[in-house]
């Protein structure tokens, strides 16, 4: 399930409240778009109650954020499990993207 929940006319956030993997990945691309379309110049991926992800989900948010860079927009990273975290920094993602447990 996905939340989405403005911050400020900034900044939106998309809560996600259960793994991201092909069960799921359908409805997170979905939602990207809308975002993605959407007026606001940052971009947060609340990602605290995901337990897991796959690669196609990964892949997901590198499309999305290129897109948004193209645009001058950005995509972070706010809130994610200690597993998650060591995922992200394992591939290097952190290095792309701003990510704060």
Known sequence: ???????????IMLEAHEALNGDTADQFQKNLEELSSGPHRIITLNLSDVNAIN????????????????????IQIRGCSD???????????????????
């Open 1 to 11: 399930m996905f939340k989405k929940k403005e911050i400020s006319s900034e900044e």
């Open 55 to 74: 690669s196609s989900c990964i892949g997901k948010i590198l499309l999305f954020r290129k897109r948004l860079s193209e645009e001058n927009r950005t």
């Open 83 to 101: 597993s998650l975290y060591n995922t992200f920094q394992l591939i290097k993602f952190d290095k792309l993207i701003s990510i704060e447990k």
